[in-house]
T-cell receptor, first 111, second 115 residues
Framework: DTGVSQDPRHKITKRGQNVTFRCDPISEHNRLYWYRQTLGQGPEFLTYFQNEAQLEKSRLLSDRFSAERPKGSFSTLEIQRTEQGDSAMYLC?????????FGPGTRLTVT | AQTVTQSQPEMSVQEAETVTLSCTYDTSESNYYLFWYKQPPSRQMILVIRQEAYKQQNATENRFSVNFQKAAKSFSLKISDSQLGDTAMYFCAFMKPLNAGKSTFGDGTTLTVKP
């Protein structure tokens, strides 16, 4: 068990570009979550998968955001036409029961 | 919708002393979980302690303990014998049992342990 991993750890992109982040959960964790964390604030829920099914999406997740978990294992989060307001830490977490395990996050900077 | 409030943006404590971080929450649920997470600088978030709302006994984990007041919707974290490695951002979080893993977080308290 190597924990939740995320790639890349840092991403700098220009406004208007598309970016994709990857999350590898702890193996056999059927639940996977994406959160966004801006400086000085707590994580905000974005979306949740149980196996490959996306069961819930926050209103924070605009049409420019899409997430997938094609085989119920790793997940990707894509942001299209990035805006400066998208600059944040994107956290992934996985769980098999009550406790969620967080990854190190991907820090996105949109210039 | 649930809300979680941490009213202390920053706190400091001397090494080996005790510090209490405050958290209040608002919910109409009767059964839920509460958590304290620790996020050290540039490192990932880890669970410190959790409390099930149906349990009256306050949770403890070594130097960490909580004071859970369900009627007052208060959930404070006490850190005893503070260590330099306790320096971190601490988040209080709320979770409904049917939404296992999906939590509502407060804005955090930055704790600095001074030598």
């Amino acid at each position: 068990d190597t924990g939740v991993s995320q790639d890349p750890r840092h991403k700098i992109t220009k406004r208007g570009q598309n970016v994709t982040f990857r999350c590898d959960p702890i193996s056999e964790h059927n639940r996977l979550y994406w959160y966004r964390q801006t400086l000085g604030q707590g994580p905000e829920f974005l979306t949740y998968f149980q196996n490959e099914a996306q069961l819930e999406k926050s209103r924070l997740l605009s049409d420019r955001f899409s997430a997938e978990r094609p085989k119920g294992s790793f997940s990707t989060l894509e942001i299209q036409r990035t805006e400066q307001g998208d600059s944040a830490m994107y956290l992934c977490a996985s769980s098999a029961s009550v406790q969620a395990y967080f990854g190190p996050g991907t820090r996105l900077t949109v210039t | 919708a649930q809300t979680v409030t941490q009213s202390q943006p920053e706190m400091s404590v001397q090494e080996a002393e005790t510090v209490t971080l405050s958290c209040t929450y608002d919910t109409s649920e009767s059964n839920y979980y509460l958590f304290w997470y620790k996020q050290p600088p540039s490192r990932q978030m880890i669970l410190v302690i959790r409390q099930e709302a149906y349990k009256q006994q306050n949770a403890t984990e070594n130097r960490f303990s909580v004071n859970f007041q369900k009627a007052a919707k208060s959930f404070s974290l006490k850190i005893s014998d503070s260590q330099l490695g306790d320096t971190a951002m601490y988040f209080c979080a709320f979770m409904k049992p049917l939404n296992a893993g999906k939590s509502t977080f407060g804005d955090g308290t930055t704790l600095t342990v001074k030598p």
